[in-house]
C-alpha cells in the first residue's frame, strides 16, 4: 500500500492536513503517516524524513501570515521544500494558503479547506493516474479558486 | 537515440510541450518521455527523476502568473532547477511565459507558443549542433520576441 | 538522555537562550550543549556541528535589525539553518525576534523572553509529546504574541 | 598546459568571449574549451561540466535585460555558478554586463569588451600569479569601468 | 599551531587583511594563509579550499557597493558562504562594509578598520575562547560601530 506522508503546523489556524486526508479516502486507499512542526520552516526536513522513511509522497500545509516578512518566511520554506525532493527524488505537494488571499476568517477557511483537497486529487494522481495529469497540461486549472481555463485564442 | 524529458504543468494556459514536441520531431528523430506535474514548483524533482532515469535532457514548460508571490514561486521553480542540473551534470532548459509579457490571451498563446518552438531548437542544438550556438554566441537571440541583434557600435 | 543544542550570538540584545534552558528545564531532564557566535549568519555550521555531534535538536537565537539590509541576513541565515536540517534530518528551531516587531526596548526584551519560553515547549514536545502538536495542528499557535486561533467559520 | 573554459550565450549581444580569449593570448599559453548555451541560466551546469571534465577555471559571459525579472534571473544564474565552483573547488569568473549600465548601445559594447579584457587578466592572475591580486588587495579595482581606488582619508 | 585563513577581494577599496592581522597577531600566535580574489562572489569557494586545505577558521572580507545590484550580489555571496562553512563544518567570519555606511571615505575607512579588527577578536575567541562569547551573549555587542548594549527593561 502507498504511504502519504502528511505534515502541517501548529501555526495555520485552519485543519488542512484534516480535509486533505479525507479527500483522499475518497479517491484511495493509502497509509497516513502524519506530522506536525511549530511554523513553515519547520516542513522541509520533517518531509525529507519521512520521504527517506518510506513515504512515497508528501503533502505539507501552512498558512503564512500578509508581511513581507512572511513572505520571506514563506520563499525560505518552498525552498527548503524543493532542496528535500531533489534530495529524495519524490514529490512534496506544498499547500500554502497566504492570509492576504481572501476578505474574511470564513472566506479564507473555505479557500483553505478546498486548496488542501483539490491538492490531495493532485497526490493521488501523480500516485495512481499521472496520464490524467498529462491530459489537464496546459489547461489553466487552480487549487482551491475557479480554474483559469486555456487561453482563448 | 537521444532522449528528451518534457515537464509541463496543469496550471500553465497553453500547452506548450505539445508545440515543442512538434518542432523537435521536424528537427530530428529523438525519444519523449513526457510527465506533467501541477505547478512550476513541481518541475525540478521530475526533472531530475527523468534526468537521472537515462534523459539527455529536459525541457521544462511553466506559466506564471503576474503577481509578485508568482514572480516568487518562478524564482524558487528556476533555483531548483539550476540545482538539478548540478546535481545530474546535465541541461534543462526552462521555458516560462510570464502572464504580464502579453496584453491579452492570443498574444500570450501565441508569444508561448513561438518560445516553446525557439528553445526546442536550442535542445536539438545542445544535443546535436553545439557549433551552431557557438555561431549565434553574443549576437541577441531572443525566444518567442524579435531577435535584439548584436549591439550596433 | 536527550541532548539539546543552544546557539545564540553576541549580537543580539537580550539572553533568550537563558529564558528557553529555564522553560525546558522545568519541562524534563535533558543535557545542554551552548555554543555562542557573533551573529545571526554563524548559526548555521554551529548548528550542523552540535547535531552531528550528538545533539538530537538544536534552538538558535537571533534579534535581526530593522533595516533592509538586516532583513537580507535574516533571510540568508534562515535558509542556512534549513539546509542544516536537511544535512542532519533533524530540526533546528529558530527563535529570531526583529528588532521592528516592538515598540520600545521593554516590549522587546518581554517579546523575546515569551519567544524563547514557547519555542521550548515546542522544542519540549517534538523531543517527548508529538501528539500535543498534532492536537494543535491548524489553531493558530503564535509565539511571543497572543494566539490567533483557529479561523471563526 | 592550463585549461581554461569558456561559456557564453546566445542571448548576449556582444561577443565578450573572444575579448576575453584575445586579451588571455597575449598573457599566456592555455588551452580553451569554448561552449555556447542559450541564457544565463544554462551557465552553471555547464560550467560544472567543464570544471569536472579537466578545465582549471572558467569565465562565463552574460548580459542580463534591464527589468526587474532580468535581475532575478541574473540572481539566480550567479547562485548556480557558486554552487558549482563550491562542488569542484575551482574559480569561475562571471562576466555580468547588465544592459542598464551604460545609456546606449555602442557605451554597452566599449563596457562588455573591457570589461571582459579585465576578468581575462584576474583569469591569467588566479592562474600564475595569484601574488599579483593579493598586492591589488583592498585597492578598489573595478573591471571595465574606472578603478574606484583605495579610500583617501 | 591553528591555520586562519585569509580572503579579500581587489575590489574593496581598504586593506581590511592587513587590520585584522595585525589585531590577531596582537590576541595570539597563529599561521596565515592569504588569497586575495576580485570581487566578493569569487570568496566562497577560495574559502572553502582554504578549509579544506588546513585552516581551522576563514576571515572574509569585502566591501559591497550602495545600489541594488551591489546588494543583491551581497547576498549571493553571503549564501555561498554559509555553504562553505556547512560543508566543511567550519566558521567563516564575513567582514562587509557596505559603501552607504558611512558619509565619507574617512569614515568609511575607519569603519572598515574597526569591524575588521573585531571581528579578528570574534576569530581569536571562537579559536581559543569559546566562554568569552558566551558571556557576551544576547549583550548587543557590535563590530565597527558602537555597541547596542542589552535591552534596557
Do not use: W
Not at 497509509?31 to 524524513?49: A, H, N, Y
Not at 520521504?51 to 508581511?67: H, Q, R, W
Amino acid at each position: 500500500m502507498k504511504r502519504v506522508g502528511i505534515v502541517d503546523t501548529t501555526f495555520a489556524r485552519y485543519d488542512m492536513a484534516r480535509a486533505a486526508m479525507d479527500e483522499l479516502k475518497q479517491l484511495c486507499n493509502v497509509k497516513f503517516e502524519r506530522r506536525t512542526v511549530p511554523g513553515i520552516k519547520d516542513l522541509p526536513v520533517e518531509s525529507k524524513v519521512l520521504l527517506e522513511g518510506g513515504c512515497d509522497i508528501v503533502i505539507v500545509f501552512g498558512m503564512p501570515g500578509a508581511k513581507p516578512i512572511d513572505k520571506q518566511c514563506a520563499h525560505e520554506a518552498s525552498s527548503g521544500l524543493i532542496n528535500a525532493q531533489l534530495f529524495t527524488n519524490k514529490h512534496v505537494i506544498e499547500v500554502f494558503v497566504f492570509e492576504d488571499e481572501a476578505h474574511n476568517e470564513k472566506e479564507l477557511a473555505d479557500l483553505a479547506d478546498r486548496r488542501a483537497r483539490e491538492h490531495a486529487r493532485n497526490v493521488y494522481r501523480l500516485l495512481f493516474k499521472p496520464e490524467e495529469l498529462t491530459k489537464l497540461a496546459g489547461t489553466g486549472q487552480r487549487e482551491g479558486t475557479p480554474d483559469a481555463g486555456p487561453l482563448r485564442r
